[in-house]
């Protein structure tokens, strides 16, 4: 292996490490003056911001925390990854899951004009040091997306101080909360903040937790096989690497008619990743790992060529029925195993694990046809009004509208899906 290339294998190593997660623990804990404290970052005109303040008295009322609110501004164009995209897909997929996370999304409204959004501002400003902010949030964030106009009130500056304070802690969306070094984005990643309050014995109630992940519709012996299910994945990609095996055996579970759409990575598309963007991702790949029981790490970063040579061997793989085996070894190779597949060895061991002689696999070196295959899934994935990964298309069944999301962390979504189409 490259000393450069083991350098970055133990630098993202160590971001995703355990080590570095109490590391930032501890010191979270040593910086604590009286009550634990967490801090919320609402955006009024976001819908995953809408859905994660219903939360915030109920986790209040159970654990032995206080809360610090801050209001903050729409991220920039570049951390939205897609800034054309990125609204439309939030508000489709925040109105997806608000119900099965016991929260409410109206449906009259899906842009919230500027104005009002100033309006909200100053309004909850006055009430950020306040106990009930978060109904009051509520009560704002249910007219602003009913449509009901809100009484103009003087400009405030809450947003953008509440925004430079995120920064400096280290994070650029909304519907957050940052506990003692470590942060949870939106509804989905509430359940990690609740597992370490209650191992750290704050909460009062032995019960459970307050938002619990989903459950998926179940089949129930219902016949999916008139269901398709495309999958959009990246063999460079970190959620990408934690969800494959499990959307695979969601697929073969409930034996829907599979499509294996592989997608260049965001980053080789032009998709701007800012670096506490690629931080976040690490270490929130690791803690989703966790919580399905599945490794992650030691990791070799594909980047650039050495991913485009895997992608040039999935027409050869696809000719043999191996194109899941395929991309199921390469990404347990690179982010779990530490095989350097940067190099030709590295390669040969997956291509020989999936059953396929490397010798015939060097031939496909030299094809373009790998790359019209990618562009032409990727169009498909914008067309979705979709671009990062995994991402997932459902159709058929007794359902003419198709359903899209991205996420790993929407697999039960999925499923759900699938069993809604299902006859």
Known sequence: MKPATLIKMLAMGFIA???????ARITGRLTRKGQPTIQYFHQVDDPYSHLAVQKVDALATRYGVKFEFHLVQNPTNEEQGDALRFPAWALRDARSIASDYGTELPQKVDQIDRHQVEY?????SRYLADADFAQKAVAIGHQLWSGEALEKLPASNAAANGSAIRKKLGHWLSATFYFEGEWYWGVDRLVHLENRLRDMRLSNDPAGICVPRPAPELLEGKDASAVTLEFFPSLRSPYTAISFDRAIALAQRTKVRLKLRPVMPMMMRGVAAPRVKQLY???DTKREADYYGQKFGPMIDPFGEPVKRAFALLPFMS???????????YLRSAWCDGVDITTERGLQQVVEETGANWQEAQNQFANNVWETLLENNVSDMLDAGLWGVPSFRVTGGTIDEPFCCWGQDRLWRV??????RSV
Do not use: F, H, P
């Open 17 to 23: 490490s355990d080590t570095r997660r109490q590391v």
């Open 415 to 420: 499923e759900s899906e699938i069993s809604r």
């Open 281 to 283: 991702i690490m270490t």
């Open 120 to 124: 909200a501002e100053s309004y909850l």
């Open 319 to 329: 000719e043999q029925g191996l194109s899941v085996e395929y991309c199921s070894n």
